[in-house]
């Protein structure tokens, strides 16, 4: 009886030990979900000397399927590229990441070394839908307007 118990417990002992590595695989996955890119950037351009131009696709923190993009203008500052000026594309969270992030993603990013610097932006919103429709933006002294 007494090798009974021992067996019970050993049993049950290996059990938890078992619940508890499976636990903490399933954190480790659920860990490795959460550190899914949540900043991609998808285009940039620099203008010469003057601006630097970036378009970030953002995850969405409410949805993992939307998004968010980011224009943002850097200027030159003590010989670094600081950034100037910032503008959301679109809608908040009115993209979809995973085309925003995929082949193809950028249908058009067209800038030129001019001030003012016009800016256009054209990006996917799916593979069956095409590309969105292009908005034009000016950067003037480092800021960014509508076109």
Do not use: H
């Amino acid at each position: 009886m007494n090798s009974t118990r021992t067996r019970r417990g050993t049993a049950a002992a290996l059990t938890v030990l078992v619940a508890a590595a499976l636990g903490a695989a399933g954190a480790g996955a659920s860990n490795a979900d959460t550190a899914a890119p949540r900043a991609r950037q998808i285009a940039s351009s620099t203008l010469g000397s003057d601006y630097k131009i970036t378009l970030t696709a953002l995850r969405s923190t409410q949805d993992e399927y939307a998004a968010s993009v980011r224009l943002q203008v850097y200027t030159q500052s003590g010989g670094a590229w600081k950034e100037s000026d910032r503008v959301t594309v679109g809608d908040v969270d009115g993209w979809f990441w995973y085309p925003l992030t995929g082949k193809g993603a950028v249908c058009q990013f067209s800038t030129a070394g001019t001030e003012p610097a016009p800016l256009t932006v054209s990006l996917l919103l799916t593979p069956s839908l095409g590309c969105s429709d292009p908005v034009p933006y000016v950067v003037k002294q480092g800021r960014i307007y509508a076109g």
